[in-house]
């Protein structure tokens, strides 16, 4: 799988951002969904995940209530809503897919789209 994101800028504290991923290569809705971020200095973590058909929808805890995941399995593109953004929320946003069956979010990523920057200024 292929993978692109963008929507990704520079909001001010409280703004909103809409994130993309575009899949091409494999049968997408084989694929569970991973959102994820990487904050200078820091480790990529993980932020938002979606089952193959969005039956399950997860998230981590500083982004749960600002922030909803979906999918779009007709047009091989998952989105990334996020609302009431934080400056702790500045990083490089990567999606990912997986079509291994149970996988953790620790282990989560055969594969990697190329990062959008979100910037979010206080």
């Known amino acids: 799988v292929q993978l692109q994101a963008s929507g990704g800028g520079l909001v001010q504290a409280g703004g909103s951002l809409r994130l993309s991923c575009a899949a091409s290569?494999?049968?997408?809705?084989?694929?569970?969904m991973g959102w994820f971020r990487q904050a200078p200095g820091k480790e990529r973590e993980f932020v938002a995940g979606?089952?193959?058909?969005?039956?399950?929808?997860y998230y981590s805890d500083s982004v749960k209530g600002r922030f909803t995941i979906s999918r779009d399995n007709a047009k091989n593109t998952m989105y990334l809503q996020m609302n009431s953004l934080k400056s702790e929320d500045t990083g490089v946003y990567y999606c990912?897919?997986?079509?291994?069956?149970?996988?953790?979010?620790?282990?989560?990523?055969?594969?990697w789209g190329q990062g959008t920057q979100v910037t979010v200024s206080s």
């Open positions: 290569g494999r049968t997408f809705s084989n694929n569970a």
């Open positions: 990912a897919a997986d079509e291994r069956i149970g996988v953790s979010w620790s282990r989560f990523g055969e594969y």
């Open positions: 979606i089952s193959r058909y969005s039956g399950g929808k």
